[in-house]
């Protein structure tokens, strides 16, 4: 009888530990995510994000001088203003050869902005908050600030990087296929 | 008299137009933290109850702690998330991704891996990104469906040099950041 009820308390203590959890998790982020998704939502619905299709059609040019408008401007802005999945229908103002790095930059940039916006992918915050919830319990605020700076500021660098190996690569398959 | 009513309405519709856009704003916030984050919780809540009360964790947690302890096996890490045949499959709603991402977490706040790991860790889970995504995602650009079969195999290799890549700048930038 005792070894039945030490199984029952077992069983349930597997689902409060979960419900500890959920709590830490809920009492935490859901709240400044709330706030802050809401303002950043009025934000892009009171500037208009038809404006950024103009950006859209001049990233379409040929030439290396137009890699960093196509490759980090434009991911960049569609990330923040149309956000994950929208953002890739920015894709449609490029050429067929340029579309695939465009995918690829544009959806590398969809976690390292979480840390400052994470209204750019809410359903997928853990691949941040996981660790960001670590570092603030073992640095603090300040370190955990600094950090989701520098994601956000290498996450520039390597979709620029993507970019340009993405579209070095598709440009090589495609004259393999013709 | 007219004046001052013209103003008026203009004024009342400014107003207008700006409390619904707000109201609107937070309805949509409210309505995707509802949809998408707490959902996620709940099931990371769950896997993460388990994982501890269960033991399982202990495992799991020592063979991320020698992995992610040190550059050269985030860099394994990294290649193994990137490999063309596993990134599709470890790409759907970044399951994968974030709940590494958690243990990796709790690995630094118990203060098994020290806190300058968290960047290039942040990478080292980052390769898969989008490689289940990408015919939808060239599709939601309009692509030709020639581009769609260059295309996905073309961001699936690109992924496996760049997201060592990756790792080794989250490295060097956390010396800075």
Redesign the interface.
């Known amino acids: 009888m005792e070894i039945i009820a030490q199984w029952a308390q077992?069983f349930i203590?597997?689902?409060?530990?979960?419900?500890?959890?959920?709590t830490g998790?809920?009492s935490g982020?859901?709240p400044t995510?709330?706030v802050l998704?809401?303002?950043?939502?009025?934000l892009i619905?009171?500037i208009g994000p038809e404006r950024i299709d103009a950006v859209g059609k001049a990233a379409g040019k040929e030439g290396f001088a137009a890699t960093p408008l196509r490759y980090l401007v434009l991911p960049v802005i569609s990330c923040f203003f149309l956000t994950n999945?929208?953002a890739?229908?920015?894709?449609?103002f490029?050429p067929?050869?340029y579309?695939?790095?465009?995918?690829?930059a544009?959806?590398?940039f969809?976690?390292p902005p979480l840390g400052i916006f994470p209204?750019i992918n809410?359903?997928?915050?853990?691949?941040?908050?996981?660790?960001?919830?670590?570092?603030?319990?073992?640095?603090g605020d300040a370190?955990l600030a600094?950090?989701a700076?520098?994601?956000l500021?290498?996450g520039l660098?390597?979709i620029y990087?993507?970019g340009l190996?993405?579209e070095y690569?598709?440009g090589t398959?495609?004259k393999k296929?013709a | 008299m007219q004046a001052l009513n013209s103003f008026l309405v203009t004024i009342g519709r400014g107003v207008g137009k700006v409390v619904g856009t707000l109201y609107q704003a937070g309805r949509d916030a409210v309505d995707q933290v509802i949809k998408n984050v707490i959902p996620f919780m709940a099931f990371i809540s769950f896997v993460i109850g388990l994982i501890l009360a269960t033991g399982v964790g202990n495992l799991l947690a020592n063979a991320l702690s020698v992995l992610a302890s040190n550059i050269v096996g985030l860099l394994v890490l990294s290649l193994i998330i990137g490999l063309p045949v596993l990134s599709p499959l470890l790409g759907p709603g970044a399951v994968i991704a974030q709940i590494i991402g958690t243990l990796l977490g709790t690995l630094i706040g118990d203060g098994r891996l020290p806190v300058n790991v968290a960047l290039p860790a942040l990478w080292a889970i980052n390769p898969q990104v989008g490689c289940d995504f990408i015919p939808v995602g060239l599709a939601l650009g309009e692509a030709e469906p020639e581009t769609v079969e260059v295309g996905v195999p073309a961001v699936l290799f690109s992924r496996l040099v760049t997201g060592p890549i990756a790792v080794l700048l989250g490295y060097a930038a956390s010396f800075v950041f």
């Open positions: 077992a203590g597997v689902f409060q530990r979960g419900g500890e959890v959920f998790l809920v982020i859901v995510l709330i998704m809401t303002a950043v939502n009025a619905a009171l999945p929208m890739y229908t920015m894709g449609r490029l067929e050869k579309k695939p790095a465009f995918y690829d544009a959806v590398s969809v976690h209204h809410p359903g997928e915050l853990f691949v941040w908050a996981g660790i960001a919830n670590g570092v603030q319990t073992a640095a370190k600094s950090i700076l520098g994601y500021l290498t660098v390597v990087l993507r190996v993405t690569i598709t398959m495609w296929a």
